[in-house]
């Protein structure tokens, strides 16, 4: 079974590109929620990382049951998909960001003007 990932805008674009996107997209309402929300997953997921290394070496000092060696692997694996779970959020609210974002507004001498960007 091959599973196709399909491209996006934000994915095709080089790495200053989607820096500056980024910042686009994070200074809007949304993107500041968004920002606490991955900021958020990213200290649950270092605290997970911790915790889950001090169970791994508390079962292995004390001698303890192959639970707690589960357990401990177990708290890194949900570490890891909260640490990859938050690019994935990111690109894609910056993605859909960028395809709802196709008019530039722009601001001359008083008046507000668009242009369309492909």
Not at 18 to 34: H, I, N, Q, S, V
Not at 45 to 54: E, R
């Amino acid at each position: 079974m091959v599973i196709e990932m399909v491209k996006t805008k934000f994915m095709s674009m080089s790495c200053e590109e989607k820096k500056k996107a980024k910042e686009r997209y994070f200074a809007t309402d949304e993107g500041r929620a968004l920002k606490t929300r991955v900021n958020r997953l990213m200290v649950y997921s270092v605290l997970l990382v911790a915790f889950g290394i001090y169970v791994i070496i508390d079962s292995i000092k004390n001698n303890d049951t192959h639970l707690q060696l589960i357990y401990g692997i177990g708290l890194i694996i949900v570490a890891a998909l909260f640490f990859i779970g938050r690019y994935f959020v990111t690109a894609k609210k910056v993605n859909d960001f960028l395809i709802e974002d196709r008019t530039k507004v722009t601001v001359k001498a008083g008046k507000k003007t668009t242009k369309k960007t492909k």
